[in-house]
């Protein structure tokens, strides 16, 4: 899964992403560089594409990282508390963060 919007990350992971395996690309929002035909199709890669998940996939997805004990801690660049939600979405607006969580109080 790649969310970070950096044009290398994006096709790196594709590049990194094993034959026949899947790769998503959720709530992206830069150019990616790779070849149709030599990325995905002579590899039989499955591409996804989503501006988010919904609460269903939000579930599997974390289900997923801590069923693996993936560093997911690393991936954020800012944690909001819960009662902090209308600030965090004002700076979530402005694009021009990295990855953030809202938790509970």
Known sequence: MECSGNTR???EALRSTRKWGTIA???IGADADFNIFTDVIKRQV???GS???STV???ECAMF?????LP?????THRFALDDAETAYRLFDTQTTG???IVPN
């Open 9 to 11: 990350a994006t096709t």
């Open 25 to 27: 690309f959720v709530g």
């Open 46 to 48: 499955k591409m996804l």
């Open 51 to 53: 501006w988010t998940f």
């Open 57 to 59: 996939l939000q579930r």
């Open 65 to 69: 990282c801590a069923a693996r004990a």
């Open 72 to 76: 997911v801690d690393d991936l954020f």
């Open 99 to 101: 990855k953030a969580v």
